[in-house]
């Protein structure tokens, strides 16, 4: 399995600001998926990154809102752009296994927007 | 829309076996049905996952039923750590393609209690 750290683990921003979160894997992976997990909901999938191509964005998500870079193969980021306090939520990134398919999940990083 | 239902909560007694129900009658012949439980604060986390057969591994067993429209997630000998919300995701396995996203419902809170 993948061990995948994020930071932050947590921030409070105030609105308007943005917010960058990097997520780092510890083995070389194809894709990477960025995940927003709203106050007491599910998981919600925002986009998939892919190293050396553009992120693939799920409805209700745009990339001017949730920007994301993908520089190699161990490392992602994502920005939260001028954030509201509605963008508050725990942000997770996750690796798929090359062989299985299982994915494996950050610990997150909590985002409060005052 | 999650292609799964689950009950919202269960409750399981320490050292029980726990039995979590998973339906998901409209399955297609090349998905997967995944587990994976979050537990309170962290990421969530691959349990197993099985497409037509029984599986069985260190933490849990698969059973589906042989028209695939349902399954069960059993822990056989459920400890105050199992607690968590458990999720039933049926996906594509393989690279790319909106497919093979996970797509998670609200799962199941199991509590269990000694």
């Known amino acids: 399995s993948a061990v995948i750290s994020q930071k932050p683990s947590r921030d409070i921003c105030q609105r308007g600001t943005s917010l960058t979160i990097q997520c780092q894997v510890d083995s070389q992976v194809t894709m990477m998926f960025w995940y927003r997990q709203q106050p007491g909901q599910s998981l919600t999938l925002i986009a998939t990154a892919n190293q050396g191509s553009e992120a693939t964005y799920e409805s209700g998500f745009v990339i001017d809102k949730f920007p994301i870079s993908r520089p190699n193969l161990t490392f992602s980021t994502l920005t939260v752009s001028n954030m509201s306090p509605e963008d508050s939520s725990i942000y997770l990134c996750s690796v798929e296994s090359g062989i299985t398919y299982e994915q494996y999940f950050g610990p997150g990083t909590r985002l409060t927007v005052t | ?114």
């Open chain 2, 1 to 114: 829309d999650a292609k799964t239902t689950q009950p919202p909560s269960m409750d399981c007694a320490e050292g029980r076996a726990a039995n979590l129900p998973c339906n998901h009658s409209t399955i297609s012949g090349n998905e997967y049905v995944y587990w994976y439980r979050q537990i309170h604060s962290q990421g969530p986390q691959y349990i197993i996952h099985g497409l037509k057969n029984n599986e069985t591994n260190e933490m849990a067993s698969l059973i589906i039923t042989e028209d695939r429209k349902s399954s069960t997630l059993i822990l056989p000998h459920a400890t105050l750590r199992d607690t968590a919300v458990y999720y039933c995701i049926v996906r594509v396995a393989n690279y790319g393609g909106s497919q093979g996203n996970l797509i998670f419902g609200k799962g199941t809170k199991l509590s269990v209690k000694p």
